[in-house]
């Protein structure tokens, strides 16, 4: 037995966790012994972090700025000028796109300034709904074909007529700004990481961590930095989304088959030309991804985002769940859905597009679509100015549906969430009573119970089995910087949640997908489902369980597994499709059974794979969890919640952004060592 | 081979010297404290891979050199050498007289644009675009205008046989298809040199043997100068008119065809020539004796034949016969016997 130790992992990891168990028991609860709770020697980190902030925007290196209205210089920290002017600059171009859509009157005033004020016609008119829904039923058309128009102007004119196009409108047009911006930036930060070998060993932790924080973290920061408004929205969105772009933009460069390059080499490209003609549109598709990626986190963003004032369906949906109308928000629900759907669709479909060199068309015939628009857009607009005068109370139909006087179907949806809860409410009451009695608060009570010198002895005892020290003490020192804190009781709950929450997660993911991996047609229609799941922004997921179970600790778990349950399923399923047909072959000819196929050949060699999948599920457990606080839980996400309106919240919401990060981090640093390491061993890429 | 190459008058297309490429971090030093000497074992103990060691040929203008060798023979990084896709460790190479290895990147990218064309194994198409982008992109390249390079790009689909698929994108095409697009690529800026790295490796055998006589098709319409590249040592064969073959990056033998095959210069390149079968490469030429007007008969045969397809009248008729070249000028007698000795005995 002994002989085989230093060779087997199981071996190990039962003696970890007897040692683990052994110290559980052994350790006496004790507030003033370092082997129960470490002395919170960095509690001081978010008064840190609030000074710098604070400096920098107040204090440090400050400049004479002409102030017109006092007729005098005034000294200003240049920190605080240079965010102030990207907050005004990303506003003017919110507003603008914003007033071609709905009409307003603030792009001309601040370009004419006030000489023109009070003139009734310095308003820039609205382009009627009518004329943007032909203009997609066109631009769909020219794109792909009817589908496409179909698609797109049905899923506006739905918009339209559900009351929702003002703040539609407004959530389009920040998405219409920041989504470009994001493109860009992570298009160039993934061409110098691809370029430079030390920019990309630089980007590597800052996106690792980007993309972990959860999103109510930074909130704060920005609001501190760029303050209030939709500017700060547009900020917090490009931080968030563009991280997905450079990590894809560095993928697909580095897949080009060398040859590929050498090719265009050899053609004469110099470095532009290779970069712009050569490697970019050979890396397309992975970049397309990136784009698809940063519409969808923009749309997610765009709703959170509205915590710190962005207008939009996201403020819409925050009232509506704040005041419980699960009716009118699952309809705001559907509505960002509907937009996620038709921006993924005609971004694709431009992306697509092929050009044809022979077609030798004159003016006209090139620009066809645009004047059809131009035409349409022109008759509409006559109609809508017609349409004023027929209908009465102020509301123009044809030219703007204001907001909330659409058709709703609201009502009806509330009624059947009456009905269920009237149905329901006792059997619903006793699963969740018992959830939490027996299951939630046991385990609660279990990781709080934990003395500090176990969980240490648990998780560092795992990094060294799996990837020696280097692994060791990476996630040694995660944890140590949570265990410093004053907040480790906290980050307990969140791990308990989040350990409930992946382990219900790949236990549903792994046994659906491997039924559905059986047979195409049920792969097909998984990967579909998972695909629309994933389009949701994760706001979405809590208002049909708030619904269900109200506002408690079982609603937060239900909505982290339902949507953690996302890429466990679509991980499995692609790693048991990935298993090679002459595997399959070999051991049909050996006459295996259908549950012996799947123990034997397909389970072990789609592990790795799956692994990564959890790997996912608990990042998107966490950031459920956090986003949970919303409807009370005890966890970290709750304090980061409550930072958002504390004068001092940036330091605090910051630092535990950073723990709930780390969590992943080190979660991540096993799993992907382990996966890696495993995958070499089977000899699969 | 014409015996126009012969003549070292010329100066070569591509000319190297001494070509060393090696792999490694502190390579430069250790070849010059090796003095030139490279050894590939001691080498590799220091941590460096030997690509290519100490290269040295010409590649006359209109001629056809093929480089063989397995794999990790150093081949393609001769290849990459030359094209300067890598850069050689030391030594000199010169294209048309000029030396490469001292070009500014500006000159290289001229050179590139108009005087050398390559071929890649794995096709290496771009992906993003069609059949007809993709010939034309080295003019666009260029800064050709868009129509002029579509009308040459065009001419180029018909000279390789794809008309009618301008528009289809490199994935809806065959392998062999796919490398008749990378063939009409690299042929589009009307190079002088042509690089082909292991062009027909990825097609199936049929395949090979037809793009093989499609090559040979458009080589005799074109006459470029050619570095082709290879691990199939009947493709070299049946292509070159000169072989080098390479063993851990030295070339172990250069020279003709009939020669490597006739003439095993090292025990390495005697084991690819001894299952060839010597009726299908030799020519007339290689064992025709002087001529003796004696005992000649009257019927002839020309001296580029090759053997086998002339086997069965020659073994028929039983006598010495009168070899003659292109010119009808007689040049040689044959004697049938030694057309048994190639078919049968060693």
């Not at chain 1, 920290?77 to 506003?91: C, H, N, V, Y």
């Not at chain 1, 123990?599 to 799956?610: N, Q």
């Not at chain 1, 457990?621 to 004068?647: F, H, K, N, W, Y």
């Not at chain 2, 030997?50 to 001629?63: D, H, L, T, Y």
Request: net charge neutral; glycine share 8%.
């Amino acid at each position: 037995m002994l002989i085989n130790f230093k060779n087997s992992r199981l071996q190990q990891f039962i003696l970890l966790f007897f040692v683990f168990l052994l110290l559980y028991f052994l350790v006496p609860e004790d507030e003033n012994s370092f082997l129960w709770r470490l002395p919170p020697l960095l509690k001081d980190i978010p008064l840190l972090i609030n000074n710098l902030l604070d400096n920098l925007m107040f204090k440090w290196l400050t400049v004479p700025v002409w102030d017109p209205d006092w007729q005098m210089y005034e000294d200003k920290p240049i920190f605080r000028l240079i965010t102030r002017s990207i907050a005004d600059f990303l506003l003017f171009l919110i507003i603008f796109i914003r007033e071609i859509f709905l009409g307003g009157l603030q792009t001309i005033g601040s370009i004419t300034g006030d000489s023109l004020k009070g003139f009734k016609w310095v308003y820039l008119p609205a382009i009627p709904w009518t004329a943007v829904v032909v203009g997609l039923f066109i631009l769909g058309y020219r794109l792909q074909g009817l589908g496409l128009a179909l698609i797109a102007s049905i899923g506006f004119f739905y918009v339209s007529i559900f009351g929702q196009w003002e703040p539609t409108m407004e959530t389009l047009s920040l998405v219409l700004v920041t989504a470009p911006i994001c493109f860009v930036l992570g298009l160039s930060f993934g061409i110098l990481g691809y370029l430079n070998k030390k920019v990309e060993t630089t980007l590597q932790p800052i996106l690792n961590i980007a993309q972990t924080m959860p999103h109510f973290s930074y909130l704060v920061p920005i609001l501190v930095l760029f303050g209030i408004g939709d500017h700060a929205g547009a900020v917090a969105t490009i931080i968030f989304a563009t991280p997905p772009m450079i990590r894809l933009t560095i993928l697909g460069l580095k897949k080009i088959s060398p040859e590929v390059v050498e090719s265009g080499l050899m053609s004469g490209c110099n470095r532009f030309q290779l970069l712009f003609r050569v490697l970019i549109p050979t890396a397309r598709r992975d970049i397309l991804i990136g784009v698809n990626q940063v519409i969808m986190q923009c749309l997610a963003m765009t709703t959170i985002a509205a915590f710190i004032g962005a207008k939009g369906l996201g403020f819409n949906l925050k009232v509506a769940l704040n005041g419980l109308k699960i009716g009118k928000a699952a309809e705001i629900g559907i509505c960002v859905v509907v937009i996620a759907v038709v921006l993924d669709k005609l971004s694709l479909a431009w992306a697509n597009k092929q050009k044809d060199y022979f077609a030798n068309l004159n003016f006209y015939k090139k620009n066809i679509a645009f004047i059809y628009f131009i035409i349409l857009s022109i008759i509409l607009g006559v109609i809508a100015y017609i349409s004023a005068f027929y209908f009465e109370k102020g509301f123009n139909y044809l030219y703007l549906i204001p907001f909330g006087e659409g058709l709703t179907i609201a009502p009806i949806l509330d009624a059947g969430v009456d009905w269920i809860w009237e149905t329901f409410f006792y059997y619903l009451n006793i699963f969740n009573k018992f959830l939490i009695t027996y299951v939630l608060f046991v385990m609660r009570d279990a990781y709080l119970g934990m003395p500090v010198v176990s969980t240490f002895v648990l998780v560092m005892g795992a990094g060294f089995i799996i990837g020696g020290v280097r692994s060791c003490i990476i996630v040694g020192a995660l944890i140590l910087f949570i265990a410093l804190s004053e907040y480790w009781n906290r980050a307990l709950i969140t791990a308990y949640m989040a350990t409930f929450a992946v382990g219900v997660s790949a236990i549903l993911g792994i046994t659906v997908g491997s039924i559905c991996a059986r047979n195409d047609i049920s792969t097909k229609f998984i990967l579909g489902i998972c695909d629309f799941f994933q389009t949701f922004p994760s706001f979405i997921y809590l208002i049909p369980v708030i619904l269900l179970f109200g506002i408690t600790d079982t609603s937060v778990m239900i909505a982290a597994i339902a949507y953690a349950s996302v890429p466990a399923t679509r991980y499995t399923v692609e790693g048991l499709r990935s298993v090679p047909s002459s595997l399959h072959d070999a051991a049909s000819m050996s006459g295996v059974s259908n549950f012996q196929r799947w123990k034997s050949i397909e389970l072990p060699l789609a592990f790795p794979h799956i692994m990564l999948g959890i790997n996912q599920t608990l990042i998107f457990a966490l950031m459920m969890i956090v986003l949970g606080a919303l409807i009370g839980t005890e966890d970290l996400g709750q304090i980061i919640m409550g930072c958002l309106s504390r004068p001092n919240g940036a330091g605090i919401g910051l630092t535990l952004g950073i723990f709930v990060s780390f969590i992943c981090l080190a979660a991540d640093n096993l799993i992907r060592t382990w996966a890696d390491e495993r995958k070499k061993l089977l000899g699969i890429d | 081979m014409s015996q126009s190459l012969d003549s070292s008058k010329d100066t070569p297309v591509i000319k190297c010297e001494s070509v060393f490429k090696i792999f490694g971090n502190n390579a430069l030093k250790l070849l010059k404290s090796s003095n030139g000497q490279v050894d590939a074992k001691t080498f590799q103990e220091a941590g460096c891979i030997v690509g290519v060691n100490n290269a040295s040929f010409g590649v006359q203008k209109g001629e056809m050199m093929v480089v063989m060798g397995l794999s990790g023979s150093g081949k393609s990084t001769l290849l990459r050498c030359i094209s300067k896709l890598t850069d050689a460790t030391s030594g000199k190479i010169f294209i048309d007289g000029e030396d490469l290895l001292s070009m500014s990147n500006k000159q290289l990218i001229e050179l590139r644009r108009n005087k050398m064309g390559m071929v890649f194994q794995s096709f290496a198409l771009l992906p993003h675009k069609t059949v007809i982008e993709n010939i034309a992109f080295p003019l666009q390249i260029k800064g050709t205008s868009t129509l002029d390079s579509m009308e040459k790009a065009l001419e180029m689909v018909e000279l390789v046989g794809l008309k009618g698929r301008e528009n289809y994108f490199p994935r809806e095409l065959s392998g062999g298809q796919q490398q008749r697009v990378g063939i009409a690529r690299s042929l589009a800026v009307e190079p002088d040199i042509w690089f082909l790295d292991e062009p027909f490796s990825a097609l199936d055998p049929l395949i090979r043997k037809e793009m093989q006589d499609e090559f040979l098709r458009l080589q005799g319409v074109l006459n470029k100068t050619i570095m082709f590249v290879t691990h199939d040592f009947d493709e070299a064969l049946r292509l070159a008119d000169r072989i080098a073959i390479m063993k851990d990056g030295i070339i172990e033998q250069l020279d003709t065809p009939d020669n490597i095959v006739l003439n095993p210069a090292t025990e390495y390149v005697k084991k690819f020539t001894e299952d060839v079968p010597r009726e299908k490469i030799l020519k007339i030429e290689s064992i025709m004796d002087a001529y003796d007007s004696n005992n000649s008969s009257s019927t002839q045969v020309s001296k580029d034949a090759i053997i086998e397809t002339l086997a069965e009248s020659i073994l028929n008729s039983k006598e010495i016969l009168t070899v003659v070249d292109k010119n009808n000028e007689i040049v040689g007698s044959l004697n049938p016997a030694k057309v048994i000795k190639v078919i049968f005995g060693k």
